[in-house]
Nanobody
């Protein structure tokens, strides 16, 4: 059974940091691009960052560049999203997802095959 389980969300003050984790099981981790998406209340879900588990290449949406860092520990089948200098506008439910191709930046929801249940991130001003 394929599973993606996010953790690490919570409440933090503006300027603070959180590290999200996405633990994957049930598929060959190295063959997938793993992405982080977020959905704020009343807004559409948007892609935040993605990483190729095969070659480690990464990509970010402009609004988080320089503040967020995505990384992968293939031995643990886990992807992390280190979020620094958090802003109130980063408040959202954060989801990780797996796309069944090992390379390339994936920004569209339809490109992803598996999704986690989400973890809430709330940044207070």
């Amino acid at each position: 059974e394929v599973q993606l389980v996010e953790s690490g969300g919570g409440l933090v003050q503006a300027g603070g940091s959180l590290r999200l984790s996405c633990a994957a099981s049930g598929f060959t981790f190295d063959d997938y691009v793993i992405g982080w998406f977020r959905q704020a209340p009343g807004k559409e879900r948007e892609g935040v960052s993605c990483i190729s588990s095969s070659d480690g290449s990464t990509d970010y949406v402009d609004s988080v560049k320089g503040r967020f860092t995505i990384s992968s520990d293939n031995a643990k089948n886990t992807v992390y999203l280190q979020m620094n200098s958090l802003k109130p506008e980063d408040t959202a439910v954060y989801y990780c997802a797996a796309a069944g191709t090992p390379y390339g930046s994936k920004w569209q929801e339809y490109e992803y095959d598996y999704w986690g249940q989400g973890t809430q991130v709330t940044v207070s001003s």
